[in-house]
């Protein structure tokens, strides 16, 4: 296996939010890549992933988070939308501050997610081969 499969599988193992301890595991037992905990260390740091402390402005944060909101993802909380902050955009935030950004740009969305009466989508059937939606989307 040459360096670049190597870093191909440590960068996703990383953005899939494993432990080093677990892709030293992965990496020894499913890749057969036996490396050192002091070996991954020095790789992440040489491949710029950090766990902490990304660095991202504030407005290109907030743009993200209004395209993932206007999306499918407008039911999702802070923790969902911080898990697909680092599962698709690579983005390694504290869950605090991607809450503060979630409840300034969609505060109705955050408010009934906290009384858990989130907007559901009613569905209407008027028999075995008819179903129609009340908000009329098919």
């Not at 902490?52 to 407005?59: M, S, V």
């Not at 955050?110 to 569905?123: C, D, H, S, V």
Request: charged residues 35%; aromatic residues 8%; glycine residues 6%.
């Amino acid at each position: 296996m040459d360096r670049r499969e190597l870093r191909l599988l440590v960068e996703l193992y990383f953005h899939l939010g494993f432990k080093n301890q677990v892709i030293l595991d992965f990496l020894k037992n499913c890749q057969v890549i036996p490396i050192s905990l002091s070996t991954l260390k020095r790789r992440l740091r040489n491949y710029g992933l950090k766990r902490r402390g990304a660095q991202i402005e504030d407005q290109e944060l907030r743009e993200i988070l209004l395209r993932e909101i206007s999306g499918p993802g407008q039911l999702r909380g802070y923790r969902a939308m911080w898990h697909s902050l680092r599962l698709k955009h690579h983005i390694h935030l504290p869950r605090e501050r991607v809450a503060y950004f979630l409840q300034e740009l969609n505060p109705d969305g955050t408010r009934e997610r906290r009384r858990r009466k989130l907007t559901r989508r009613r569905y209407i059937s008027y028999g075995p081969n008819f179903c129609r939606h009340v908000d009329g989307k098919n």
